[in-house]
């Protein structure tokens, strides 16, 4: 008696070819709807589900191999005698193997302004119930979800038939597969239901590439991509140049990639371990990466730069003359690749900034569990901003203020961040006290901190940080406010004639 092979795939690439193999191979193939015409069109001989049935497709399609017939011969195990008496009294025949792979539902509600009814009709039901039934009897079927798996089945069948540990091997993908796509569906049914903290989360990502190690060459890592998550984003930037990207690289290029995006004028980012160490903005980004070079022409050593506009030439001879891990940027002009390309080991990176940057959840893991917490996306423009001082800000003070305020919710906590209207001139970056990150971005910013202005993460528990950037020469602060001792901060603003400014609005970074 002939083995049967059940064939059913939304994606029909290779499916002839394979087909006609098992054909070749002694199997008969069992299919039904859309795979059923392309293999009878292309010569394969192919019997229908419903002749194994005896009940015709219904519901525009949506039952078809919910059948006895079908399961049965999927979960029955060949080598229990038992199974076997039953089946045979009920003229089941043993499935062997089965192809299915699924409705592109991914596909579909990735699409812009998809409809939901659309969504809805690319929920498959009767495929994740083949490949399930055919996953969990892997002992006796043989059963495919990825094309890429075709010639490993065909050269072993071939060779007497596939072996056990195969077999396990592509019923653990199967489970890895159905779980993923069932992820997706709940992710897109909760969305439109309103759930905002559901009692069960599950993600699913695929595997971009495996990585050298970790932080450090002891631990493994990979990189695992959203392929519904944002296109802003390192997992979907093309590389045009430079060896492959490490663990700590993709983190920092993330760092930059979420300061960058905060600028709509020309704007230059430079970051070491996940903090900015200079950030400058101008009329062009040449004039932009200057200013992010001098805020700290020794921390960029070794760093990553990324630019929300694209690099010319005259900016990449800048860039050719330090050592750089990694250049973002919307683009890169011919000339700025030749001259960039002439180091080997930099790598350029390209991600489009023309399109509306959505934020996705932030997923942090903690041993035995996961935090999730939206993005910080909150700016001045959502601020309820005042000034708490006697004086206020000039218009160049307040233009400095922003920009430190858009630096400083990137920076970890406690964060200082000293700046003009055009740079950042110091950053202190997670310290324990907040007088102590003032310390650090004040002594870097040294004799530029007269007359520039301060901002920090969260609120001043004491005056001491107000006392220590007045005597720096710093002339405005910005702060979210809030502590019991605010009056204290504002009464030694006013002493130095310092501006304060009070957004309501913390960002700690952890």
């Known amino acids: 008696m002939k083995k049967r092979a059940l064939i059913s795939v939304s994606d029909k690439s290779g499916i002839i070819e394979f087909a006609e193999q098992l054909i070749e191979l002694d199997f008969e193939i069992l299919s039904t709807g859309g795979t059923k015409k392309v293999l009878e069109e292309n010569g394969v001989p192919v019997i229908g589900v419903d ?165 450090n060459p002891h631990q493994k890592a990979a990189f695992y991509e959203n392929p519904l998550g944002s296109s802003f984003s390192i997992a979907k930037a093309r590389q045009l140049h430079g060896k492959e990207l490490s663990y700590n690289n993709i983190h920092d290029a993330d760092a930059a990639l979420q300061i960058v995006k905060e600028f709509t004028e020309p704007a230059a980012v430079a970051v070491k371990h996940m903090n900015p160490c200079g950030v400058g903005v101008g009329q062009t980004i040449e004039d932009a990466f200057s200013k992010a070079f001098a805020a700290d022409p020794v921390s960029i050593f070794g760093g990553i730069v990324a630019f929300n506009r694209a690099v010319d030439a005259a900016t990449a001879k800048r860039l050719h003359e330090i050592f750089l891990e990694i250049v973002i940027a919307p683009a890169f002009s011919d000339e700025a690749v030749e001259i960039l390309t002439g180091k080997k080991n930099i790598r350029l990176l390209t991600i489009p900034f023309d399109h509306s940057i959505e934020g996705e959840k932030m997923l942090t893991s903690v041993e035995g569990g996961l935090l999730i917490q939206d993005q910080d996306a909150y700016s001045l423009v959502d601020a309820e901003v005042k000034v708490a001082t006697d004086r206020e800000p000039t218009e160049e003070e307040m233009a400095a203020l922003k920009l430190a305020w858009k630096v400083v919710k990137h920076v970890k906590s406690n964060a200082i961040v000293v700046a003009d209207k055009d740079m950042t001139l110091g950053v202190g970056a997670g310290q324990m006290n907040r007088v102590g990150a003032a310390k650090i971005a004040l002594e870097q910013a040294g004799e530029k901190a007269k007359g520039a202005v301060l901002a920090s993460d969260a609120f001043f528990p004491m005056d001491d940080t107000v006392e220590a950037a007045a005597k720096a020469g710093i002339t405005a602060i910005i702060q979210p406010g809030g502590s019991i001792r605010d009056e204290d901060s504002i009464k030694k603003a006013n002493e130095y004639g310092i501006a304060m400014v009070m957004t309501g609005v913390r960002h700690f970074k952890h």
Not at 51 to 80: C, M, Q, W, Y
Not at 174 to 191: L, N, P
């Open 51 to 215: 002749d194994v049935t005896g009940f015709p497709e219904i519901l525009d399609g949506r039952v078809k191999t919910l059948h006895p017939n079908i399961h049965g011969g999927l979960l029955a195990k060949v080598s229990n005698l038992e199974h076997k008496a039953q089946i045979d009294s009920q003229n089941i025949r043993p499935i062997d193997l089965v192809c299915v792979n699924l409705y592109p539902f991914q596909q579909t509600v990735a699409k812009p302004n998809v409809a939901f009814e659309d969504a809805i009709e690319n929920i498959d039901i009767g495929g994740p119930s083949m490949l399930r039934s055919a996953a969990k009897n892997f002992e006796s079927v043989t059963v495919i979800v990825d094309a890429l798996d075709y010639d490993k089945v065909l050269a072993e069948l071939k060779q007497g038939g596939t072996t056990l540990e195969t077999r396990q091997k592509l019923s653990a993908k199967v489970f890895r597969h159905t779980a993923s796509y069932d992820a997706y569906i709940a992710e897109y049914m909760t969305k439109q239901a309103g759930e905002d903290l559901p009692e069960r989360v599950t993600y699913t990502y695929e595997l971009k590439q495996p990585l050298r190690y970790g932080e």
